[in-house]
T-cell receptor
Protein backbone atom coordinates (compact mmCIF):
# COMPACT_ATOMS: atom_id res chain seq x y z
CA UNK A 1 0.00 0.00 0.00
CA UNK A 2 1.37 3.41 -0.97
CA UNK A 3 2.03 5.83 1.85
CA UNK A 4 0.14 8.55 -0.04
CA UNK A 5 -3.06 7.76 -1.90
CA UNK A 6 -4.88 10.23 -4.13
CA UNK A 7 -8.38 10.01 -5.53
CA UNK A 8 -9.63 10.14 -8.12
CA UNK A 9 -6.81 9.20 -10.48
CA UNK A 10 -8.58 10.90 -13.37
CA UNK A 11 -11.21 13.61 -13.30
CA UNK A 12 -13.09 15.29 -16.13
CA UNK A 13 -15.23 18.30 -15.29
CA UNK A 14 -17.27 20.88 -17.10
CA UNK A 15 -16.17 24.48 -16.91
CA UNK A 16 -17.64 26.13 -13.82
CA UNK A 17 -17.95 22.98 -11.75
CA UNK A 18 -16.68 22.65 -8.20
CA UNK A 19 -13.84 20.13 -8.03
CA UNK A 20 -12.48 18.13 -5.11
CA UNK A 21 -9.30 16.05 -5.10
CA UNK A 22 -8.53 13.92 -2.07
CA UNK A 23 -5.31 12.78 -0.45
CA UNK A 24 -4.93 10.21 2.32
CA UNK A 25 -1.65 9.28 3.94
CA UNK A 26 -0.53 6.69 6.43
CA UNK A 27 2.56 8.20 8.07
CA UNK A 28 3.16 10.95 10.57
CA UNK A 29 3.89 14.20 8.81
CA UNK A 30 5.09 17.71 9.57
CA UNK A 31 3.38 19.28 6.56
CA UNK A 32 1.59 18.50 3.30
CA UNK A 33 2.08 20.06 -0.12
CA UNK A 34 -0.33 20.39 -2.99
CA UNK A 35 1.50 20.72 -6.29
CA UNK A 36 0.38 21.45 -9.84
CA UNK A 37 2.12 19.95 -12.87
CA UNK A 38 1.29 21.27 -16.33
CA UNK A 39 1.81 19.28 -19.54
CA UNK A 40 5.30 20.73 -19.98
CA UNK A 41 6.27 18.98 -16.79
CA UNK A 42 7.28 21.82 -14.51
CA UNK A 43 5.83 21.71 -11.01
CA UNK A 44 4.43 24.63 -9.05
CA UNK A 45 3.81 24.49 -5.34
CA UNK A 46 0.23 25.57 -4.63
CA UNK A 47 0.04 25.13 -0.88
CA UNK A 48 2.01 23.93 2.07
CA UNK A 49 -0.13 23.31 5.12
CA UNK A 50 0.15 21.58 8.47
CA UNK A 51 -3.30 22.33 9.89
CA UNK A 52 -6.64 23.85 9.02
CA UNK A 53 -7.32 25.49 5.71
CA UNK A 54 -5.64 27.78 3.17
CA UNK A 55 -7.16 29.71 0.29
CA UNK A 56 -5.58 31.25 -2.76
CA UNK A 57 -7.89 32.64 -5.40
CA UNK A 58 -10.20 29.84 -6.52
CA UNK A 59 -8.13 27.16 -4.77
CA UNK A 60 -8.78 25.93 -1.25
CA UNK A 61 -6.77 23.30 0.61
CA UNK A 62 -7.80 21.66 3.86
CA UNK A 63 -6.11 19.15 6.10
CA UNK A 64 -7.30 16.96 8.97
CA UNK A 65 -4.24 15.74 10.82
CA UNK A 66 -6.17 13.30 13.05
CA UNK A 67 -7.79 11.62 10.06
CA UNK A 68 -4.62 11.84 7.93
CA UNK A 69 -6.56 13.38 5.07
CA UNK A 70 -6.35 16.48 2.90
CA UNK A 71 -8.50 17.89 0.13
CA UNK A 72 -7.86 20.34 -2.66
CA UNK A 73 -10.92 22.21 -3.94
CA UNK A 74 -11.20 24.28 -7.10
CA UNK A 75 -14.20 26.59 -7.35
CA UNK A 76 -15.58 27.80 -10.69
CA UNK A 77 -13.22 25.52 -12.62
CA UNK A 78 -11.73 26.69 -15.91
CA UNK A 79 -9.99 24.85 -18.77
CA UNK A 80 -6.70 26.46 -17.71
CA UNK A 81 -6.98 24.47 -14.46
CA UNK A 82 -6.35 21.30 -16.48
CA UNK A 83 -3.20 19.78 -15.06
CA UNK A 84 -1.92 17.01 -12.82
CA UNK A 85 -2.42 17.75 -9.13
CA UNK A 86 -0.01 16.05 -6.78
CA UNK A 87 -0.20 15.60 -3.04
CA UNK A 88 3.14 15.28 -1.24
CA UNK A 89 3.64 14.74 2.46
CA UNK A 90 6.68 15.91 4.34
CA UNK A 91 7.70 13.27 6.83
CA UNK A 92 9.59 14.20 9.95
CA UNK A 93 13.16 14.62 8.73
CA UNK A 94 11.83 16.58 5.73
CA UNK A 95 11.61 13.66 3.33
CA UNK A 96 8.88 14.24 0.73
CA UNK A 97 6.65 11.32 -0.26
CA UNK A 98 4.50 11.90 -3.32
CA UNK A 99 1.14 10.62 -4.42
CA UNK A 100 0.76 9.40 -7.99
CA UNK A 101 -1.24 12.49 -8.96
CA UNK A 102 -4.74 13.28 -10.18
CA UNK A 103 -5.15 14.12 -13.85
CA UNK A 104 -7.74 16.88 -14.16
CA UNK A 105 -9.32 17.92 -17.43
CA UNK A 106 -11.77 20.80 -17.48
CA UNK A 107 -13.85 21.04 -20.65
CA UNK A 108 -15.29 24.30 -21.95
CA UNK B 1 13.34 36.46 -9.87
CA UNK B 2 14.82 33.57 -7.97
CA UNK B 3 14.22 30.06 -9.09
CA UNK B 4 15.58 26.75 -10.30
CA UNK B 5 16.85 26.27 -13.84
CA UNK B 6 17.04 22.82 -15.32
CA UNK B 7 18.56 22.26 -18.70
CA UNK B 8 17.98 20.99 -21.23
CA UNK B 9 14.20 20.49 -21.28
CA UNK B 10 14.47 17.47 -23.57
CA UNK B 11 17.49 15.21 -23.91
CA UNK B 12 18.14 12.23 -26.13
CA UNK B 13 21.01 9.81 -25.64
CA UNK B 14 22.14 6.52 -27.01
CA UNK B 15 22.08 3.50 -24.75
CA UNK B 16 25.36 3.02 -22.91
CA UNK B 17 26.28 6.69 -22.75
CA UNK B 18 26.51 8.67 -19.55
CA UNK B 19 24.55 11.90 -19.50
CA UNK B 20 24.58 14.81 -17.04
CA UNK B 21 21.49 16.84 -16.20
CA UNK B 22 21.98 20.38 -14.96
CA UNK B 23 20.23 21.99 -12.01
CA UNK B 24 21.06 25.54 -10.89
CA UNK B 25 19.30 27.63 -8.25
CA UNK B 26 19.72 31.27 -7.26
CA UNK B 27 17.57 31.05 -4.15
CA UNK B 28 20.47 30.56 -1.76
CA UNK B 29 18.83 27.34 -0.59
CA UNK B 30 20.96 24.88 1.32
CA UNK B 31 19.16 21.67 0.35
CA UNK B 32 18.75 20.34 -3.17
CA UNK B 33 17.03 17.22 -4.44
CA UNK B 34 16.71 15.07 -7.55
CA UNK B 35 13.52 13.14 -8.27
CA UNK B 36 12.50 10.77 -11.02
CA UNK B 37 8.96 10.54 -12.39
CA UNK B 38 7.60 7.57 -14.33
CA UNK B 39 4.10 7.41 -15.84
CA UNK B 40 1.44 6.59 -13.26
CA UNK B 41 3.89 6.73 -10.35
CA UNK B 42 4.70 9.30 -7.76
CA UNK B 43 8.00 11.15 -7.85
CA UNK B 44 10.81 9.16 -6.27
CA UNK B 45 13.92 10.53 -4.61
CA UNK B 46 17.23 9.77 -6.31
CA UNK B 47 19.76 11.84 -4.37
CA UNK B 48 19.73 14.83 -2.07
CA UNK B 49 22.22 17.27 -0.63
CA UNK B 50 21.71 19.35 2.48
CA UNK B 51 25.00 21.21 2.30
CA UNK B 52 27.86 21.84 -0.08
CA UNK B 53 30.26 18.90 -0.55
CA UNK B 54 27.80 16.48 1.03
CA UNK B 55 25.03 14.35 -0.45
CA UNK B 56 23.03 11.24 0.39
CA UNK B 57 21.38 8.48 -1.59
CA UNK B 58 17.64 8.51 -1.88
CA UNK B 59 15.32 5.60 -2.57
CA UNK B 60 16.49 4.84 -6.14
CA UNK B 61 20.14 5.95 -6.32
CA UNK B 62 21.50 2.96 -8.24
CA UNK B 63 22.88 3.98 -11.63
CA UNK B 64 23.07 7.67 -10.74
CA UNK B 65 25.76 9.97 -9.37
CA UNK B 66 25.77 13.57 -8.16
CA UNK B 67 28.12 16.28 -6.98
CA UNK B 68 27.63 19.41 -4.89
CA UNK B 69 30.75 21.53 -5.33
CA UNK B 70 28.82 24.81 -5.23
CA UNK B 71 25.73 25.80 -3.26
CA UNK B 72 23.83 26.81 -6.38
CA UNK B 73 24.56 23.73 -8.49
CA UNK B 74 23.57 20.06 -8.12
CA UNK B 75 24.18 18.14 -11.37
CA UNK B 76 22.89 14.60 -11.81
CA UNK B 77 24.72 12.05 -13.96
CA UNK B 78 22.73 9.17 -15.35
CA UNK B 79 25.26 6.42 -15.91
CA UNK B 80 25.18 3.45 -18.24
CA UNK B 81 24.50 1.31 -15.16
CA UNK B 82 20.98 2.72 -14.86
CA UNK B 83 18.80 0.03 -16.43
CA UNK B 84 15.78 2.16 -17.34
CA UNK B 85 17.00 5.75 -17.68
CA UNK B 86 14.15 7.05 -19.83
CA UNK B 87 12.09 9.22 -17.46
CA UNK B 88 11.26 12.73 -16.38
CA UNK B 89 13.79 14.18 -13.94
CA UNK B 90 12.93 16.96 -11.53
CA UNK B 91 15.22 19.05 -9.38
CA UNK B 92 14.05 20.82 -6.24
CA UNK B 93 15.50 22.98 -3.49
CA UNK B 94 14.51 23.93 0.02
CA UNK B 95 15.54 26.55 2.53
CA UNK B 96 14.75 26.20 6.20
CA UNK B 97 12.67 23.32 7.60
CA UNK B 98 9.62 25.59 7.93
CA UNK B 99 9.46 26.49 4.27
CA UNK B 100 8.24 24.53 1.29
CA UNK B 101 10.04 23.26 -1.72
CA UNK B 102 10.79 25.04 -5.01
CA UNK B 103 10.75 22.86 -8.10
CA UNK B 104 12.43 23.18 -11.47
CA UNK B 105 10.73 22.67 -14.82
CA UNK B 106 12.27 19.26 -15.33
CA UNK B 107 14.27 17.41 -17.98
CA UNK B 108 12.73 14.65 -20.03
CA UNK B 109 15.42 12.12 -20.87
CA UNK B 110 14.94 9.58 -23.62
CA UNK B 111 17.50 6.85 -24.16
CA UNK B 112 17.34 5.09 -27.49
Amino acid sequence: KNEVEQSPQNLTAQEGEFITINCSYSVGISALHWLQQHPGGGIVSLFMLSSGKKKHGRLIATINIQEKHSSLHITASHPRDSAVYICAVMEYGNKLVFGAGTILRVKS
Amino acid sequence: DGGITQSPKYLFRKEGQNVTLSCEQNLNHDAMYWYRQDPGQGLRLIYYSQIVNDFQKGDIAEGYSVSREKKESFPLTVTSAQKNPTAFYLCASKDSPNYGYTFGSGTRLTVV
